[in-house]
């Protein structure tokens, strides 16, 4: 698929600026552009946050240049994210390394990576290079106000060496930003750039350092992994897509404090599988415009508009705070069909850690219909005795009810949420459990063991016949409701 930002947050304009007298002996001048020297075999590898990417988690970021093409160059790119791997090939042009081809599991990867390892491309290409010791490489800024340039040769030590590099400089939002470049590397060896902000303290926007770098004729070893499925859930659970599977709409507060524009995909989300949301906060009156330093959450309600689930709780947070006013969030949807209801609420605005101003608090309501789980092979977890099945090589329990299970064990999602779960299962042929004429659930509430049990389950320190004989007797004892027509 073709690359294309959807998440930007200010329109930064680059002038870049020619014939300007460099500070240094023109005597030491080297050209320079991204991706310049790049070539079959070379292989980088970088630790990188980014606050447009989950508020500056950092990720590592690995990529080995296969082969050159006519157009350009494949990379097998790897990615690893927490607990999450990721790998693909990725397709870049010739006149800039900046991607022209990335499949779906890559794409908000592959947006980091325009946005810090190539950005320098506003200013330098093969087509046009730029005296790596030039003052001034160009402007930039939300008008094209700030001057960038080189301050001189520094010696920058990161994991991958020390290196003598050019010292970029630039200053906006009241502090300096620096990025330094090795010349003879295809990629700038280290970045720390502050966002461009209108309002609030100053902020990183992004930050990353060369963990190592070579060249190999044989695929390196940081290749030998395999992708897992972002967040968990069935495999067959499709990857949010803004492109081209999203929802995508804008609404002001009930308080009418400020405008929120969000994106979620997919478009209609399985149970049990990832979804993402892209939000953006702006006021009222100019939705080109963002407001910083925003204190949010996404909750789930029912009906009634009782709380279900938050995502700040789900992080062991408070709230979620978004410094430049954009964010996105990706979890698994827990929700059971037909819809969900979600509530978008802003707390107010302020430092990340401090007193939060209330006056901009406001929330929105967005309902998204879900779809059923998918469902997996399976010879059931009972028979139809009620007999627990022994061999735990023939139970497939979909992974969702374990990611269930693990949150509702850490009091992440209540009782209620984590049964409609399982009675989905049960209605659905999925667990087999016998027939019953219990038909409403009982008052007692759901033992502490069988949360315990839970997390052990969640973890892998118990099977999955030791997990069932709980749910065996949650509906023994009425405490989950089966439809006596099953």
Same mark, same amino acid.
């Given at each position: 698929?073709?690359?294309?930002?959807?998440?930007?947050?200010?329109?930064?304009?680059?002038?870049?600026?020619?014939?300007?007298?460099?500070?240094?002996?023109?005597?030491?001048?080297?050209?320079?552009?991204?991706?310049?020297?790049?070539?079959?075999?070379?292989?980088?590898?970088?630790?990188?946050? =980014?606050?447009?990417?989950?508020?500056?988690?950092?990720? @590592? +970021? =690995?990529?080995?240049?296969?082969?050159?093409?006519?157009?350009?160059?494949?990379?097998? +790119?790897?990615?690893?994210?927490?607990?999450?791997? @990721?790998?693909?090939?990725?397709?870049?042009?010739?006149?800039?390394?900046?991607?022209?081809?990335?499949?779906?599991?890559?794409?908000?990867?592959? %947006?980091?990576?325009?946005? !810090?390892?190539?950005?320098? =491309?506003?200013? #330098?290409?093969?087509?046009?290079?730029?005296?790596?010791?030039?003052?001034?490489?160009?402007?930039?800024?939300?008008?094209?106000?700030? &001057?960038?340039?080189?301050?001189?040769?520094?010696?920058? !030590?990161?994991?991958?060496?020390?290196?003598?590099? &050019?010292?970029?400089?630039?200053?906006?939002?009241? /502090?300096? &930003?620096?990025?330094?470049?090795?010349?003879?590397?295809?990629?700038?060896? $280290?970045?720390?750039?502050?966002?461009?902000?209108?309002?609030?303290?100053? !902020?990183?926007?992004?930050?990353?350092?060369?963990?190592?770098?070579?060249?190999?004729?044989?695929?390196? #070893?940081?290749?030998?992994?395999?992708?897992?499925?972002?967040?968990?859930?069935?495999?067959?659970?499709?990857?949010?897509?803004?492109?081209?599977?999203?929802?995508?709409?804008? *609404?002001?507060?009930?308080?009418?404090?400020?405008?929120?524009?969000?994106?979620?995909?997919?478009?209609?989300?399985?149970?049990?599988?990832?979804?993402?949301?892209?939000?953006?906060?702006?006021?009222?009156?100019?939705?080109?415009?963002?407001?910083?330093?925003?204190?949010?959450?996404?909750?789930?309600? =029912?009906?009634?508009?009782? @709380?279900?689930?938050?995502?700040?709780?789900?992080?062991?947070?408070?709230?979620?705070?978004?410094?430049?006013?954009?964010? @996105?969030?990706?979890?698994?949807?827990?929700?059971?069909?037909? /819809?969900?209801?979600?509530?978008?609420? /802003?707390?107010?605005?302020?430092?990340?850690?401090?007193?939060?101003?209330?006056?901009?608090?406001?929330?929105? $309501?967005?309902? /998204?219909?879900?779809?059923?789980?998918?469902?997996?092979?399976?010879?059931?977890?009972?028979?139809?005795?009620?007999?627990?099945?022994? %061999?735990?090589?023939?139970?497939?329990?979909?992974?969702?009810?374990?990611?269930? #299970?693990?949150?509702?064990?850490?009091?992440?999602?209540?009782?209620? *949420?984590?049964?409609?779960?399982?009675?989905?299962?049960? *209605? %659905?042929?999925? +667990?087999?459990?016998? $027939?019953?004429?219990?038909?409403?659930?009982?008052?007692?509430?759901?033992?502490?063991?069988?949360?315990?049990?839970?997390?052990?389950?969640?973890?892998?320190?118990?099977?999955?016949?030791?997990?069932?004989?709980?749910?065996?007797?949650?509906?023994?004892?009425?405490?989950?409701?089966? %439809?006596?027509?099953?």
């Amino acid at each position: 698929m073709k690359f294309r930002s959807t998440f930007a947050v200010f329109t930064i304009s680059v002038i870049v600026l020619s014939g300007m007298a460099p500070l240094i002996p023109s005597a030491f001048a080297t050209s320079w552009y991204v991706g310049q020297g790049l070539k079959p075999g070379d292989y980088y590898r970088y630790t990188i946050a =980014d606050v447009f990417y989950h508020n500056l988690a950092p990720f @590592e +970021m =690995d990529f080995w240049v296969q082969n050159q093409t006519s157009s350009g160059y494949n990379l097998q +790119m790897v990615i690893h994210d927490g607990s999450i791997v @990721e790998k693909g090939t990725v397709t870049t042009g010739n006149i800039t390394p900046d991607l022209t081809y990335i499949p779906d599991n890559l794409v908000n990867y592959a %947006n980091v990576y325009k946005l !810090t390892l190539t950005w320098l =491309d506003s200013f #330098a290409i093969k087509t046009k290079p730029v005296d790596i010791l030039s003052p001034v490489w160009g402007q930039t800024g939300i008008y094209g106000e700030v &001057s960038m340039g080189s301050i001189g040769m520094q010696s920058v !030590t990161v994991p991958a060496g020390t290196f003598s590099a &050019s010292t970029l400089k630039f200053r906006d939002s009241g /502090v300096d &930003s620096y990025i330094w470049v090795a010349p003879s590397l295809a990629y700038p060896v $280290k970045a720390t750039v502050y966002a461009i902000k209108t309002s609030g303290s100053p !902020t990183i926007g992004y930050q990353y350092s060369l963990l190592e770098y070579g060249n190999s004729a044989q695929p390196p #070893a940081f290749l030998n992994v395999q992708s897992t499925n972002p967040l968990g859930g069935n495999p067959q659970c499709p990857s949010p897509n803004y492109a081209s599977d999203s929802v995508h709409d804008t *609404q002001t507060t009930d308080s009418g404090s400020l405008a929120i524009e969000y994106y979620y995909s997919p478009a209609v989300p399985h149970q049990g599988c990832p979804m993402g949301w892209r939000l953006s906060f702006a006021p009222v009156y100019d939705e080109t415009q963002r407001i910083s330093s925003v204190h949010y959450d996404i909750f789930t309600v =029912d009906s009634q508009g009782h @709380e279900l689930s938050s995502v700040a709780q789900g992080l062991g947070r408070a709230d979620i705070y978004s410094a430049v006013g954009n964010d @996105e969030q990706d979890f698994i949807e827990s929700q059971p069909p037909p /819809v969900a209801h979600y509530v978008i609420y /802003v707390a107010g605005t302020g430092p990340e850690s401090g007193t939060t101003d209330v006056s901009q608090a406001g929330m929105v $309501k967005i309902d /998204v219909k879900i779809a059923p789980p998918f469902s997996q092979p399976s010879t059931g977890i009972m028979n139809n005795t009620g007999t627990p099945v022994n %061999n735990t090589s023939s139970v497939a329990i979909p992974s969702w009810i374990k990611n269930n #299970a693990k949150w509702w064990s850490q009091g992440q999602v209540d009782d209620s *949420q984590f049964v409609l779960g399982i009675q989905y299962l049960i *209605q %659905n042929g999925i +667990m087999k459990i016998p $027939k019953t004429s219990v038909t409403a659930s009982s008052s007692q509430g759901i033992p502490t063991w069988v949360k315990n049990n839970a997390g052990w389950w969640a973890s892998g320190q118990i099977s999955d016949d030791e997990f069932v004989k709980g749910i065996e007797y949650l509906v023994s004892n009425g405490i989950i409701a089966v %439809n006596s027509n099953q």
